[in-house]
């Protein structure tokens, strides 16, 4: 069974730090594209970071640009999102994803991704 976990997430004043953790397992990502969405009360899921199977390829969104880095490991099958000046509209359940087919292009649709964590809860406080 194909799972996507995520960790990380919790509650952390203005101008704070938190570094999310995706752990796959039942298969390798190492060449997949990988994601993290967002999606807060009210709201549509929306794209944050997403990375292509060459590590070296990331995609932001503007509103995080220069504020988080996407990364992996595939040696450890893990997706990161570290997120640094985090703002109050930062906070939404955090998603990580993956697309199935393997070196597909880096896409800012949800509905391009087949597999999907659970989410985790980022909370930022003012």
Same mark, same amino acid.
């Given at each position: 069974?194909?799972? %996507?976990? &995520? @960790?990380?997430?919790?509650?952390? $004043? /203005? !101008?704070?730090?938190?570094? %999310? @953790?995706?752990?796959? @397992?039942?298969?390798?990502?190492? =060449?997949? #594209?990988? *994601?993290?969405? +967002? $999606?807060?009360?009210?709201? &549509? +899921? &929306?794209?944050? /970071?997403?990375?292509?199977?060459?590590? *070296?390829? #990331?995609?932001?969104?503007?509103?995080?640009? !220069?504020?988080?880095?996407?990364? +992996?490991?595939? /040696?450890?099958? #893990?997706?990161?999102? $570290?997120?640094?000046?985090?703002?109050?509209?930062? #906070?939404?359940?955090?998603?990580? /994803?993956?697309?199935? =087919?393997e070196m597909a292009a880096v896409s800012r649709s949800a509905n391009e991704y087949d597999y999907w964590g659970q989410g985790t809860q980022v909370t930022v406080s003012s």
């Amino acid at each position: 069974q194909v799972q %996507l976990v &995520e @960790s990380g997430g919790g509650l952390v $004043q /203005a !101008g704070g730090s938190l570094r %999310l @953790s995706c752990v796959g @397992s039942g298969r390798s990502f190492s =060449t997949n #594209t990988m *994601g993290w969405f +967002r $999606q807060a009360p009210g709201k &549509e +899921r &929306e794209f944050v /970071a997403g990375i292509w199977w060459i590590a *070296g390829n #990331t995609y932001y969104a503007s509103s995080v640009k !220069g504020r988080f880095t996407i990364s +992996r490991d595939n /040696a450890k099958n #893990t997706l990161y999102l $570290q997120m640094n000046s985090l703002k109050p509209e930062d #906070t939404a359940v955090y998603y990580c /994803a993956a697309r199935r =087919t393997e070196m597909a292009a880096v896409s800012r649709s949800a509905n391009e991704y087949d597999y999907w964590g659970q989410g985790t809860q980022v909370t930022v406080s003012s």
